[in-house]
T-cell receptor
Framework: DGGITQSPKYLFRKEGQNVTLSCEQN?????MYWYRQDPGQGLRLIYY???????QKGDIAEGYSVSREKKESFPLTVTSAQKNPTAFYLC????????FGSGTRLTVV | GQQVMQIPQYQHVQEGEDFTTYCNSS?????IQWYKQRPGGHPVFLIQ?????EVKKQKRLTFQFGEAKKNSSLHITATQTTDVGTYFC???????????FGDGTTLTVKP
């Protein structure tokens, strides 16, 4: 079955540490997106990519970085510059509507 | 930038009652999409509306897109416990290549 695979499901980050969240899709979609969701809140756009080797900042890009070297993959790095990274991170691709992965819950310890 | 407001934030209903959530955009939309997120889960695509004044139905769910393509609503008739979750609208702007999500309406259904 086609879909979005995010890993890991849970991730714990120490202060000052960079961590990378994986996102892979086999839907052959050009556009991919990273969203952040805080408890009880909506989805805020971090970065998006409409084509390989190109990406744009979303509304809350500070403290995050991405790459898009392959159509299937869009990893997100949460850097130490992100002061409040604890959240639920969702990766999505766009076909007819967004298809979301099952998410990664990141916690700072 | 584009803003999408969604109301109400929370709705508590008795099973069998109806439910409606409303979505309003600050700008004209190319299309609007609706998603459902179950507690602990991820958003799942429900439907996309494209045409001005469009109305679509999925069983007990009715979706409407306003004439000016700036507002939309989702109505659930005779809610069931399986309807619990958070319903999000997402307004898509073709020029920007991205959607702006509303903050969602969380529905709880009392049996």
């Amino acid at each position: 079955d086609g879909g979005i695979t995010q890993s890991p499901k849970y991730l714990f980050r120490k202060e000052g540490q960079n961590v990378t969240l994986s996102c892979e899709q086999n839907l052959n979609h050009d556009a991919m997106y990273w969203y952040r969701q805080d408890p009880g809140q909506g989805l805020r756009l971090i970065y998006y990519s409409q084509i390989v080797n190109d990406f744009q900042k979303g509304d809350i890009a500070e403290g995050y970085s991405v790459s898009r070297e392959k159509k299937e993959s869009f990893p997100l790095t949460v850097t130490s510059a992100q002061k409040n990274p604890t959240a639920f991170y969702l990766c999505a691709s766009m076909g007819y509507g967004y298809t979301f992965g099952s998410g990664t819950r990141l916690t700072v310890v | 930038g584009q803003q999408v407001m969604q109301i109400p934030q929370y709705q508590h209903v008795q099973e069998g009652e109806d439910f409606t959530t409303y979505c309003n955009s600050s700008t004209t939309l190319s299309n609007i999409q609706w998603y459902k997120q179950r507690p602990g889960g991820h958003p799942v695509f429900l439907i996309q509306l494209v045409k001005s004044g469009e109305v679509k139905k999925q069983k007990r769910l009715t979706f409407q897109f306003g004439e000016a393509k700036k507002n939309s609503s989702l109505h659930i008739t005779a809610t069931q416990t399986t309807d619990v979750g958070t319903y999000f609208c997402a307004g898509y702007n073709t020029n920007a290549g991205k959607s702006t999500f509303g903050d969602g309406t969380t529905l709880t259904v009392k049996p």
